[in-house]
């Protein structure tokens, strides 16, 4: 079954420490990326990425990070959270970037919330 | 970068009525699709429009595209319980380098 898996679905954590949301597509997909999703803000695109070692910034880059050192993983790192990175994380893969009218697929989402 | 953007941001109907929403983006685009959402889940593809097509039907839902205003509507018929959800739209753009975008959605809420 074609599925994007994130983990882990729901966290609470403190301002300040370290963590990695996972991200796993098993579609041998090129393109992955990383939404946010805020009431009223609707689905904003943090960081995406072409292909193996291949990253670039979406429109809300500031204070995340990602790698792709493998075609189905794609990390997103919170090097120190901070309770305006409370929101509800979505990793996606699509076939590639450039060819018109790929589907994007969707994880089911992570909630994060820093306190 | 350009987006998509749904109207009305909120609809309630009853079941078995009509549901519209309406997409209205900036600049040309390759493709529209629209996504559905139900609450706090990931989104699911239901349907994509070509810049060259005019309409398209996938069971219940019907979609629209007006290259000239610049709008795309989705008709869902015949609303049942189920289809209540939050509905994006999502554009490209003809050059292909530019990340597909999403609007903020409209959320539809259909009463049994």
């Known amino acids: 079954e074609a599925q994007v898996t994130q983990n882990p679905r729901y966290l609470i954590t403190v301002t300040g420490k370290k963590l990695t949301v996972t991200c796993s597509q098993n579609m041998n997909h090129e393109y992955m990326s990383w939404y946010r999703q805020d009431p009223g803000l609707g689905l904003r695109q943090i960081y995406y990425s072409m292909n193996v070692e291949v990253t670039d910034k979406g429109d809300v880059p500031e204070g995340y990070k990602v790698s792709r050192k493998e075609k189905r993983n794609f990390p997103l790192i919170l090097e120190s959270p901070s309770p305006n990175q409370t929101s509800l994380y979505f990793c996606a893969s699509s076939l590639d970037r450039y060819t018109s009218g790929n589907t994007i697929y969707f994880g089911e989402g992570s909630w994060l919330t820093v306190v | 970068s350009q987006q998509g953007e749904e109207d009305p941001q909120a609809l309630s109907i009853q079941e078995g009525e009509n549901a519209t929403m309406n997409c209205s983006y900036k600049?040309?685009?390759?493709?529209l699709q629209w996504y559905r959402q139900n609450s706090g889940r990931g989104l699911v593809h239901l349907i994509l429009?070509?810049?060259?097509?005019r309409e398209k039907h996938s069971g219940r839902l019907r979609v629209t595209l007006d290259t000239s205003k610049k709008s795309s509507s989705l008709l869902i018929t015949a609303s049942r319980a189920a289809d209540t959800a939050s509905y994006f739209c999502?554009?490209?753009?003809?050059?292909?380098?530019?990340?597909?975008?999403f609007g903020k959605g409209t959320r539809l809420s259909v009463i049994a």
């Open positions: 600049t040309s685009i390759n493709n």
């Open positions: 429009i070509r810049s060259n097509e």
């Open positions: 999502a554009t490209d753009a003809p050059s292909g380098n530019t990340p597909l975008v």
